[in-house]
C-alpha cells in the first residue's frame, strides 16, 4: 500500500494531465454527437413540417394524376407539407386505379385490417358492398381535397371521355383516411377513421365497466365494453324508457346520446357474477377537438327480488 502511495505521489501530474486529457476527448466526441444528431434531428422536422407551395402541388399531379386545390386543411386552416399531401395522393390514387382496371384483390389490400375487420370482412363483401356500389364495372374519376389531419374528401364522378354518357348527376362521396401500419401506408374508407385502444377500467358498488376500445366513422363512434357485474342479483344497463339516458359525455360537458334504437333488453342485460362484453353506438361526429371522458348510463337498474333499484354509472374513457 506504501508503494502504491509512493508511486502516485510522484506520478500524480502525469496521471491527472492523463485523466484530463481523456475526459476532453470524451466530452468533445460527445458534443459533436450532439451536434450532428440535432442537425439531422433539425432537417428531418423541416422536411415534415415545411408547408407546401403551389408549385409543389403542381408536381404532386403531375406525378400522381391527383391534385389538390390547396395543401391547407379545409378545417383547421393547418398547412400540409408536399410529403404528406404526396404519400396521401400516391396511396389514394393506387386504390382508385386498382378499382377503375377491375382488380378487386390489389385495391382490398390496399385496407387496413380494422377496416376489414369492421366493414368488409371478405374481398366477396368488398366487391359487393364497395366496388359494385361506387364503381359497377366502369372507370370514374375523383377529386382529392385535404379535410383534417390524414382524413381526405374524395368526391367520385363518372368518367364521361371514357363511356361516352352523359353524367346523369352521378355523384359519391367519401371520406378515406391515411394510416401508416408498420412502415406501409393503408386505407380506411368508407368514413371510417380507425380503431382506438382505451383499456379505462371503472368501479363502483361492485360493477367493473373497462371501456377496451372505439372505432371511429365520420358520423358516429362505437365503443366496446367488457361489464362485470358482482353483484348477488341481476343488473340492466339501461331501462331504454328515454332515448337519452345512455350518453357520452365530453370535456366541455356536451352529451352524445346512444343508437338506443338499435338495442335491445338482453343485449343490456348483466347476470350476477357474469362478464359480458357489449359494443353500444353513439350519435357523435367527428371532431379533432373533442375529447369524450365520460360513457354515462343514468339509468342503470338492479335487479331485487323484491324492488328495483336505479344508478347513475359512469365509466371514464
Same mark, same amino acid.
Given at each position: 500500500?506504501?508503494?502504491?502511495?509512493? *508511486?502516485?505521489?510522484?506520478h500524480?501530474r502525469? !496521471? *491527472?494531465?492523463?485523466?484530463?486529457?481523456?475526459?476532453?476527448?470524451? !466530452?468533445?466526441?460527445?458534443?459533436?454527437?450532439y /451536434?450532428? +444528431? @440535432?442537425?439531422?434531428?433539425?432537417?428531418? =422536422?423541416?422536411?415534415?413540417?415545411? #408547408?407546401?407551395?403551389?408549385?409543389?402541388?403542381?408536381?404532386?399531379?403531375?406525378?400522381?394524376?391527383?391534385?389538390y386545390?390547396?395543401?391547407?386543411?379545409?378545417?383547421?386552416?393547418?398547412?400540409?407539407?408536399?410529403?404528406?399531401?404526396?404519400?396521401? =395522393?400516391?396511396?389514394?390514387?393506387e386504390?382508385?386505379?386498382?378499382?377503375?382496371?377491375?382488380?378487386?384483390?390489389? =385495391?382490398?389490400?390496399?385496407? @387496413?385490417?380494422?377496416?376489414k375487420?369492421?366493414?368488409y @370482412?371478405?374481398?366477396?363483401?368488398?366487391?359487393?358492398?364497395y366496388?359494385?356500389?361506387?364503381?359497377?364495372?366502369e372507370?370514374?374519376?375523383?377529386?382529392?381535397?385535404? *379535410?383534417?389531419?390524414?382524413i381526405?374528401? &374524395?368526391?367520385i %364522378?363518372?368518367?364521361?371521355?371514357?363511356?361516352?354518357?352523359?353524367?346523369?348527376?352521378?355523384?359519391k362521396?367519401?371520406?378515406i383516411?391515411?394510416?401508416?401500419?408498420?412502415? &406501409?401506408?393503408? /386505407?380506411?374508407?368508407?368514413?371510417?377513421?380507425?380503431?382506438?385502444?382505451i383499456?379505462?377500467?371503472?368501479d363502483?358498488?361492485?360493477?367493473?365497466?373497462?371501456?377496451?376500445?372505439k372505432? $371511429?366513422?365520420?358520423?358516429?363512434?362505437e365503443? $366496446?365494453?367488457?361489464?362485470?357485474?358482482?353483484? =348477488?342479483? +341481476?343488473?340492466?344497463?339501461?331501462?331504454?324508457?328515454?332515448?337519452?339516458?345512455?350518453?357520452?359525455?365530453?370535456?366541455?360537458?356536451?352529451?352524445? #346520446?346512444?343508437?338506443?334504437?338499435?338495442?335491445?333488453? #338482453?343485449?343490456?342485460?348483466?347476470?350476477?357474477?357474469?362478464?359480458?362484453?357489449?359494443?353500444?353506438?353513439?350519435?357523435?361526429?367527428? $371532431?379533432? %377537438?373533442?375529447?369524450?371522458?365520460?360513457? &354515462?348510463?343514468?339509468? /342503470?337498474?338492479? *335487479?331485487?327480488?323484491q /324492488?328495483?333499484? @336505479?344508478?347513475?354509472?359512469?365509466?371514464?374513457?
Amino acid at each position: 500500500m506504501q508503494q502504491i502511495r509512493l *508511486w502516485y505521489n510522484n506520478h500524480r501530474r502525469k !496521471i *491527472w494531465i492523463t485523466v484530463g486529457i481523456i475526459a476532453a476527448v470524451i !466530452i468533445v466526441v460527445q458534443f459533436l454527437n450532439y /451536434l450532428v +444528431s @440535432t442537425t439531422k434531428n433539425n432537417e428531418e =422536422a423541416n422536411i415534415i413540417t415545411l #408547408p407546401s407551395t403551389k408549385e409543389d402541388l403542381k408536381e404532386i399531379e403531375n406525378e400522381t394524376n391527383v391534385s389538390y386545390e390547396s395543401g391547407v386543411s379545409v378545417i383547421s386552416g393547418e398547412a400540409q407539407s408536399k410529403e404528406k399531401l404526396k404519400t396521401a =395522393a400516391e396511396v389514394i390514387g393506387e386504390f382508385f386505379d386498382f378499382c377503375n382496371e377491375g382488380n378487386i384483390q390489389g =385495391a382490398y389490400d390496399l385496407l @387496413t385490417d380494422d377496416c376489414k375487420e369492421q366493414i368488409y @370482412t371478405s374481398l366477396e363483401s368488398f366487391e359487393k358492398a364497395y366496388y359494385q356500389d361506387v364503381f359497377a364495372g366502369e372507370e370514374r374519376i375523383y377529386s382529392v381535397e385535404n *379535410w383534417i389531419g390524414d382524413i381526405y374528401k &374524395v368526391d367520385i %364522378t363518372e368518367n364521361m371521355l371514357a363511356t361516352g354518357k352523359s353524367n346523369n348527376g352521378y355523384v359519391k362521396q367519401d371520406y378515406i383516411t391515411v394510416e401508416k401500419v408498420d412502415d &406501409v401506408y393503408k /386505407l380506411n374508407i368508407n368514413n371510417y377513421i380507425g380503431k382506438t385502444q382505451i383499456n379505462k377500467e371503472t368501479d363502483k358498488e361492485d360493477i367493473k365497466v373497462n371501456v377496451l376500445y372505439k372505432n $371511429t366513422y365520420m358520423d358516429r363512434e362505437e365503443y $366496446t365494453i367488457s361489464v362485470t357485474n358482482n353483484k =348477488a342479483t +341481476s343488473i340492466s344497463l339501461d331501462r331504454l324508457y328515454d332515448v337519452n339516458s345512455l350518453y357520452l359525455e365530453d370535456s366541455k360537458g356536451m352529451k352524445y #346520446p346512444a343508437y338506443t334504437h338499435e338495442m335491445t333488453s #338482453p343485449m343490456l342485460e348483466v347476470q350476477s357474477k357474469e362478464t359480458k362484453e357489449v359494443t353500444i353506438k353513439f350519435y357523435s361526429r367527428y $371532431t379533432s %377537438t373533442k375529447k369524450i371522458e365520460n360513457l &354515462v348510463f343514468s339509468d /342503470l337498474v338492479i *335487479w331485487n327480488d323484491q /324492488l328495483t333499484s @336505479t344508478m347513475e354509472f359512469k365509466a371514464e374513457v
